[in-house]
């Protein structure tokens, strides 16, 4: 055997032995394929549900329902302060007054005294008289005692009212005291109602503005993130691409072996290695590009991966970046509200507290209308007794003219003490009004439930911001776990990424053994251009499927890449 039908033997031993390695190489490896696919896929479906969360997330704290029970707070915080600033100070004005009538009502029964002495010394005159005139001024002996008891009565019941007065005046002046405190302690309230709470809802709508823009850029990176995934998902067809180029690869190997063995042109052994280093010289250029477009989309992958793993991470601390001012605003509100019931419930029990001592007014002012009465029935008597004097005195003729004179005294006195009833009865009246309106109005304070009603609303209502701020917390952290494990899960994979390297290598060594098979072939056949080449071997070398193998072939043998023919698709 010549020196060149051995080379040509040696070839097709070494073209046999590179079919092997890459059939083996394809094959090996094709489990890793598969299993990083299925890592890509679940991830994609991963992202997906946390892009499933980031919407819900948005929709929750975007929704109506947040702003909504906001403005609810706030409403129902108005209406707290409202009932805060019901103060006590038409009760002390009211109370002002009350004293000053009972003073005014004692100086009028004290005038009374007046009333008696002048009836002490109409009676001492009587009894003279009456002794003076014997056996006719024998009747008016019973005047004068008459007058005496009469008189008495008033000094009684005078003193009653008086004392009753006082007692009264007492009372006023500790409703006035109370009233005092419970001025302060509304005033306290509404202050406490109103102070900062204005800023804290503010904060509040901050916070829920915060909260939505936070999960609308959360939401947005999740939408990048998924549609990187789906290009991650998409560029998975490179395995095939190599797959594909490497079978076309071994069966352009295969062919040419074939057809040098079956001798299936009439060829020398020198054309024969022509046409063997012709396809070698392709074919290293083939596992060349293919290597090479290889070990690009792997990087391409990993490298989007690892910027996927790195964005989900920036996703996961997002989630939960937000501050504590909405917490910390509504832990503020509750212990306002807390305080303000608190004190609301104080000053409703001093209002039942002002409502009894208003209640003791108005009995003890009933008592003294009494006493009153009596006064007036004192007055009727002794207005009758004057009159049954005046009588008797005319009956005694000139004698009694004097005694008549008394009598006609004894009754203007009656007259004027009358008119002094009627005034300390209207200054009664008047502190009787005052009483009922006081009672009233401390009924209104001892009622708690309007207090109990918006104290129950605010509570409803801040208990639903707590829970869709708990919701909204609890969703953003599943969703910051779920998108820290994916990233976690990424990165994994990546890490995971090795093969590119076995079969960048084995695909180099291919290349090598066919490049150093040419240069063999070249040192053989010094001659190879002029050498002929079957046109079987070009219609072989033809049947490409993807435009990047035309053009490498056009690019060995010369011509030009044909960018009209849309037949094929650009794969990388």
């Given at each position: 055997?010549?020196?060149?039908?051995?080379?040509?033997?040696?070839?097709?031993?070494?073209?046999?032995?590179?079919?092997?390695?890459?059939?083996?190489?394809?094959?090996?490896?094709?489990?890793?394929?598969?299993?990083?696919g299925?890592?890509?896929?679940?991830?994609?479906?991963?992202?997906?549900?946390?892009?499933?969360?980031?919407?819900?997330?948005?929709?929750?704290?975007?929704?109506?329902?947040?702003?909504?029970?906001?403005?609810?707070?706030?409403?129902?915080?108005?209406?707290?302060?409202?009932?805060?600033?019901?103060?006590?100070?038409?009760?002390?004005?009211?109370?002002?007054?009350?004293?000053?009538?009972?003073?005014?009502?004692?100086?009028?029964?004290?005038?009374?005294?007046?009333?008696v002495?002048?009836?002490?010394?109409?009676?001492?005159?009587?009894?003279?008289?009456?002794?003076?005139?014997?056996?006719?001024?024998?009747?008016?002996?019973?005047?004068?005692?008459?007058?005496?008891?009469?008189?008495?009565?008033?000094v009684?019941?005078?003193?009653?009212?008086?004392?009753?007065?006082?007692?009264?005046?007492?009372?006023?002046?500790?409703?006035?005291?109370?009233?005092?405190?419970?001025?302060?302690?509304?005033?306290?309230?509404?202050?406490?109602?109103?102070?900062?709470?204005?800023?804290?809802?503010?904060?509040?709508q901050?916070?829920?503005?915060?909260?939505?823009?936070?999960?609308?850029?959360?939401?947005?990176?999740?939408?990048?993130?998924?549609?990187?995934?789906?290009?991650?998902?998409?560029s998975?067809?490179?395995?095939?691409?190599?797959?594909?180029?490497?079978?076309?690869?071994?069966?352009?190997?295969?062919?040419?072996?074939?057809?040098?063995?079956e001798?299936?042109?009439?060829?020398?052994?020198?054309?024969?290695?022509?046409?063997?280093?012709?396809v070698?010289?392709l074919?290293?250029?083939?596992?060349?590009?293919s290597?090479?477009?290889?070990?690009?989309?792997?990087?391409?992958?990993?490298?989007?991966?690892?910027?996927?793993?790195?964005?989900?991470?920036?996703?996961?601390?997002?989630?939960?970046?937000?501050?504590?001012?909405?917490?910390?605003?509504?832990?503020?509100?509750?212990?306002?509200?807390?305080d303000?019931?608190?004190?609301?419930?104080?000053?409703?029990?001093?209002?039942g507290?002002?409502?009894?001592?208003?209640?003791?007014?108005?009995?003890?002012?009933?008592?003294?209308?009494?006493?009153?009465?009596?006064?007036?029935?004192?007055?009727?008597?002794?207005?009758l007794?004057?009159?049954?004097?005046?009588?008797?005195?005319?009956?005694?003729?000139?004698?009694?003219?004097?005694?008549?004179?008394?009598?006609?005294?004894?009754?203007?006195?009656?007259?004027?003490?009358?008119?002094?009833?009627?005034?300390?009865?209207?200054?009664?009246?008047?502190?009787?009004?005052?009483?009922?309106?006081?009672?009233?109005?401390?009924?209104?304070?001892?009622?708690?439930?309007?207090?109990?009603?918006?104290?129950?609303?605010?509570?409803?209502?801040?208990?639903?911001?707590?829970a869709?701020?708990?919701?909204?917390?609890?969703?953003a952290?599943?969703?910051?776990?779920?998108?820290?494990?994916?990233?976690?899960?990424?990165?994994?994979?990546?890490?995971?990424?090795?093969?590119?390297?076995?079969?960048?290598?084995?695909?180099?060594?291919?290349?090598?053994?066919?490049?150093?098979?040419?240069?063999?072939?070249?040192?053989?056949?010094?001659?190879?251009?002029?050498?002929?080449?079957?046109?079987?071997?070009?219609?072989?070398?033809?049947r490409?499927?993807?435009?990047q193998?035309?053009?490498?072939?056009?690019?060995?043998?010369?011509?030009?890449?044909?960018?009209?023919?849309?037949?094929?698709?650009?794969?990388?």
């Amino acid at each position: 055997m010549s020196g060149t039908g051995k080379l040509v033997q040696e070839s097709l031993q070494l073209l046999g032995d590179v079919r092997k390695k890459l059939n083996m190489l394809i094959s090996s490896r094709e489990h890793e394929f598969l299993a990083l696919g299925e890592n890509i896929m679940s991830l994609s479906d991963a992202v997906g549900g946390v892009r499933q969360r980031s919407a819900e997330l948005v929709e929750l704290v975007s929704g109506e329902a947040i702003y909504s029970v906001i403005n609810q707070l706030a409403d129902d915080m108005g209406r707290l302060h409202e009932l805060c600033s019901v103060g006590s100070e038409s009760n002390l004005d009211e109370l002002v007054r009350v004293r000053s009538n009972l003073h005014e009502l004692i100086r009028l029964i004290q005038s009374y005294a007046r009333v008696v002495r002048t009836l002490q010394m109409l009676g001492i005159s009587t009894r003279i008289e009456s002794a003076r005139l014997g056996t006719d001024g024998r009747g008016f002996n019973t005047l004068a005692d008459d007058v005496e008891k009469l008189a008495g009565k008033i000094v009684e019941y005078s003193g009653q009212i008086v004392q009753y007065a006082k007692s009264l005046d007492a009372l006023a002046d500790e409703a006035s005291v109370r009233s005092q405190i419970m001025l302060g302690d509304q005033q306290t309230c509404a202050l406490e109602a109103a102070s900062g709470m204005t800023d804290r809802v503010h904060l509040l709508q901050d916070a829920a503005q915060a909260a939505k823009e936070r999960s609308e850029h959360v939401d947005a990176l999740m939408s990048d993130i998924a549609a990187s995934m789906g290009q991650i998902v998409s560029s998975l067809q490179f395995h095939d691409i190599v797959r594909q180029q490497v079978e076309h690869v071994d069966e352009i190997l295969e062919s040419v072996s074939r057809m040098v063995i079956e001798k299936q042109e009439d060829s020398s052994p020198d054309e024969e290695l022509v046409w063997i280093m012709d396809v070698a010289r392709l074919q290293a250029m083939q596992l060349e590009h293919s290597r090479d477009s290889f070990s690009d989309a792997v990087g391409q992958l990993s490298a989007g991966l690892g910027q996927i793993a790195s964005n989900v991470m920036h996703v996961a601390h997002t989630a939960v970046s937000g501050d504590s001012v909405a917490g910390s605003a509504l832990d503020s509100i509750s212990q306002t509200i807390n305080d303000t019931a608190e004190r609301m419930r104080g000053v409703a029990a001093q209002g039942g507290e002002m409502g009894e001592t208003m209640s003791s007014v108005a009995s003890t002012v009933a008592d003294m209308a009494g006493f009153l009465e009596h006064i007036e029935d004192v007055g009727a008597e002794i207005e009758l007794i004057a009159l049954n004097a005046s009588i008797k005195a005319a009956h005694t003729g000139d004698k009694g003219k004097a005694l008549g004179v008394l009598a006609s005294s004894i009754q203007r006195l009656s007259q004027d003490a009358g008119n002094q009833t009627g005034v300390i009865a209207a200054t009664l009246d008047t502190v009787s009004s005052s009483a009922d309106s006081l009672k009233s109005q401390a009924r209104s304070f001892h009622d708690a439930t309007v207090i109990n009603e918006t104290i129950g609303k605010l509570e409803e209502v801040t208990g639903s911001l707590r829970a869709l701020g708990m919701q909204a917390e609890n969703l953003a952290s599943a969703l910051s776990r779920e998108a820290g494990d994916i990233a976690e899960s990424i990165s994994s994979v990546v890490r995971g990424i090795t093969f590119e390297k076995t079969v960048g290598k084995e695909l180099s060594a291919a290349q090598e053994r066919l490049q150093g098979l040419v240069r063999r072939i070249e040192a053989a056949v010094p001659d190879a251009k002029s050498v002929r080449r079957p046109a079987q071997l070009d219609q072989m070398m033809n049947r490409y499927t993807m435009k990047q193998e035309r053009d490498i072939h056009l690019k060995a043998f010369g011509g030009q890449s044909d960018e009209a023919d849309d037949d094929n698709i650009e794969l990388f």
